[in-house]
């Protein structure tokens, strides 16, 4: 079972930048696309960004799109959230998933592991 644990959160003034992390505890993380995603409070948990397992593919928000840049490094089972240009509506707790499945997708349902969370908050 795979197990993913996200770090890189904290507190940043507006038009700040911060860099999550998703690690992952297997290598089968390898072979399959993640996502990260967020919810605020009161809010429902919300698609942010999603990756192919090559890396290759890549999907964005609306929102973030331009500010925000997915990656991943197989060889460290780690995938990462670039954020630039941060917001205070980016305020949120963000968390990491991995779908057992072939194509990187927006909906949560879809994301069988998921991580813990960690939290993001934009100041303005």
């Known amino acids: 079972q795979v197990r993913l644990v996200e770090s890189g959160g904290g507190l940043v003034q507006a038009g700040g930048s911060l860099r999550l992390s998703c690690a992952a505890s297997?290598?089968?993380?390898?072979?399959?696309?993640m996502g990260w995603f967020r919810q605020a409070p009161g809010k429902e948990r919300e698609f942010v960004a999603a990756?192919?397992?090559?890396?290759?593919?890549?999907n964005y928000a609306d929102s973030v799109k331009g500010r925000f840049t997915v990656s991943r490094d197989n060889a460290k089972n780690t995938a990462y959230l670039q954020m630039n240009n941060l917001k205070p509506e980016d305020t949120a707790v963000y968390f990491c998933?991995?779908?057992?499945?072939?194509?990187?997708?927006?909906?949560?349902?879809?994301?069988?592991?998921w991580g813990q969370g960690t939290q993001v908050t934009v100041s303005s």
């Open positions: 998933a991995v779908r057992l499945g072939v194509h990187q997708v927006t909906s949560a349902r879809q994301y069988g592991y």
């Open positions: 990756i192919g397992w090559t890396g290759d593919s890549t």
């Open positions: 297997e290598r089968t993380f390898n072979s399959y696309p």
